[in-house]
């Protein structure tokens, strides 16, 4: 709506592109890599390579309303915000999802985070693919495959997609899986409603 592009990369630094003009028309220097951005307006989120989050509200780019560091250990991958834009969910390499609210008060009873796209197998199945189930029972192993893509329905459900080629339904409400599709062959690198 206003003619403007938002661009994050590995110089860190989100950028605002003019589309009438195709000049830079503004900067925000973030200190971190950009890893993945998901905008709703009037919500910008940015994942960064610190395995922070930060929320900016566009009618006022230089207001950062939330910056937070996620659950998730590792790389940050993808990210949505809800449709009610009062919070956002953060996929990463390793298979796991952050559920986080934007409001610090809504935050210690309504965040969460969970694993996801991993199968358990036994050690001669895996062929050299070992990752340990650090706390869990030494035979039992898993394959640990990256969250791809993370997309907000609507209604407020969401489907994930990764690396093993699935794309996993969930409920954010009642924190739990809706259903997962068939493995296809190749990961899942996106995913989108159509309503």
Sequence with gaps: ENNVIITGAWDK??????????????????????????????VLTVGLSNQYVQAYDLRNPTYVMLSKQTPLKHQLRCMDIFPSKEGFAVG???GRVAVEMIDSKEAKKRNFSFKCHRQNTDEQQMN??????????????????????????????????GSD??????????????????????PVVAASFNY
């Design 13 to 42: 630094k989100l950028k605002f592109w003019d589309t009438r003009s195709k000049l830079c028309c503004g900067a925000i220097d973030l200190g971190h890599k950009v890893y993945c951005m998901a905008a709703v307006t009037p």
């Design 92 to 94: 990463s390499i390793d």
């Design 128 to 161: 050299g693919m070992l990752n340990s189930n650090i706390g869990g029972d030494a035979n039992q192993r898993q394959l640990v495959y990256g969250v791809n893509t993370l997309t907000f329905h609507p209604n407020g459900s969401f489907v994930t997609g």
């Design 165 to 186: 080629g699935i794309i996993n339904y969930w409920d954010r409400i009642g924190k739990a899986k809706i259903r997962s599709s068939k493995a296809m062959q190749l």
